[in-house]
């Protein structure tokens, strides 16, 4: 995979972020790896690109939150992400 820069906590917000725009792929393959039941050390390290071994909790930290963030995006992220696709729609 292609590392896009990437924080080590993403931006916590009620609202949608550019953030979050632009890492809308890795959520969704955070969130496929959890549902297969990955380990979240195999996940850090093809997603990110960070070795758990080496840096453990900065591995586990980029996780937690990341996917944290994207269970976010499941239950609110969205709504705003549809409100925008229906502005731009009926522009």
Known sequence: MT???FLDE???STA???????HMKL???LLDAESDG???REAVAVLFGI???KEPERANRVHRTH???AHWMTEHGYRQLARDADIEWRR
């Not at 949608?16 to 632009?22: C, E, G, Q, S, V």
Request: hydrophobic share 30%; charged share 25%.
């Open 16 to 22: 949608l972020t550019n953030y979050d725009r632009a």
């Open 38 to 40: 990955a380990d979240w």
């Open 67 to 69: 996917l944290a963030r």
């Open 51 to 53: 070795d758990p071994c």
């Open 10 to 12: 993403p931006p916590q």
């Open 27 to 29: 959520y969704m393959r």
């Open 3 to 5: 590392q896009q820069a």
